[in-house]
């Protein structure tokens, strides 16, 4: 669950979060965010769009081992970009992209990106093929580093 103000300037913002999730397959029990940041759009051209953003947020996370939960608290810089752009009539993809590192240890860093395809069935329905690729540098759990989900879906906007 998320909750995100936003306050534009333009096409631009500056914005604040909070963020909940849990994560049975790593054992996390919460992940909890709180965070601030500044998003700047490079390009606009109807609904095709590039943004970055840089930002500051605060992680809780508890993940709970047979022997000894661990809890982590950090502070992080992230840097996003977001991304839209229609490929025809019925076809487009976005994309997010974050790179997130630890304020106080460069070494501990976490990459993601999700690009998606969307084909329009209509202005309400879409099929989506979707790729999302995370990266831990340090996992604070004994897990992979490096973990990759591919998605087909149907997407309804009521």
Known sequence: AQIRYNYLIGDDSFFSF??????????MDHRKLFGIGYRKN??????????????LFYEDELYNQKIKPINIYNYRYSLSSFSNFNLSTNLRVSSSIYYQIKTDKSRDYRFFIEPKLFFEIDENKSFFLS???RYHSLPYMPVKKNDTETSIGIQIIF
């Open 18 to 27: 909070a963020q909940s999730q849990s994560v049975k397959s790593i054992s």
């Open 42 to 55: 490079i390009f606009k051209k109807n609904e095709n769009y590039f943004d970055l953003s840089l930002g």
């Open 131 to 133: 790729t999302r690729n």
